[in-house]
């Protein structure tokens, strides 16, 4: 499998106040198409601030950033924004979902933002949320949902525009046992079927399981 993203020497660095926080030091990380890499670490061990990077959301101080073959570093804000919203998609502990849309709704919203003729909107959500297991609640609001049904929403959400990337941050942490369980079994076949690589912090060691390999982040050092 060729690389979808490539990380060399990776620095960042964060001013609190009149003290400076080194969040990553020198991070080296190649992460394959298709494949599935979870990050362990503990808290403000640099572990979102790697997940952002990677994501597009932050910048980074030091080494160089290549998105296929794409040097981050020479993006404007612009291209930035263009690019994550064409390539990656996220998923987060807290589902993220819009409460005023319904489930159709929230799905359909990135091919929306990416200006997707209505048809084709349509069909791809239907199609994703067919997947998910949630055809039957389209016209549903989020506070109608459980915890599981609604991060199947915000998976369904991810992978709707079929990014090469998905970013999910503790994608299982407000589940109990068996949800986290067949969200864990979703990610993992929506992965495969999809052709999605996931990059995925998780302090759940079912989740780090299922995936193709676990890297260990300590003190801004990835392991």
């Known amino acids: 499998m060729s690389a979808l993203l490539t990380l060399s020497a990776i620095s960042k660095t964060y001013q609190l106040g009149n003290n400076k926080i080194k969040a990553l030091k020198k991070v080296n990380l190649v992460v394959k198409k298709g494949e599935l890499t979870a990050l362990q670490g503990p808290s403000g061990s640099g572990k979102s601030t790697l997940l952002n990077i990677c994501g597009l959301l932050d910048h980074f101080d030091e080494g160089t950033y290549h998105f296929e073959e794409n040097d981050i570093s020479t993006f404007t804000k612009q291209q930035l924004t263009l690019k994550r919203r064409e390539n990656l998609g996220f998923v987060f502990q807290g589902f993220n979902l819009i409460p005023v849309m319904t489930v159709f709704e929230n799905v359909e919203y990135p091919l929306l933002l990416a200006g ?66 067949h969200v864990i079994d979703l990610m993992h076949t929506l992965g495969r079927d999809y052709g999605t690589t996931f990059l995925i912090a998780t302090h759940d060691e079912r989740m780090a399981a299922r995936c193709d390999r676990t890297l260990q982040v300590t003190d801004g050092v990835l392991y």
Do not use: M, W, Y
Request: net charge positive; proline share 6%.
């Open 116 to 181: 997707v003729a209505s048809r084709q909107r349509r069909e791809q959500t239907l199609a994703v949320l067919e997947q998910v297991g949630l055809a039957e609640f389209v016209t549903h609001l989020p506070d109608k949902l459980s915890g599981g049904q609604r991060q199947r929403v915000a998976i369904a959400r991810a992978l709707v525009k079929k990014p090469p990337l998905v970013i999910a941050d503790e994608p299982t942490a407000n589940l109990d046992s068996d949800t986290a369980r």
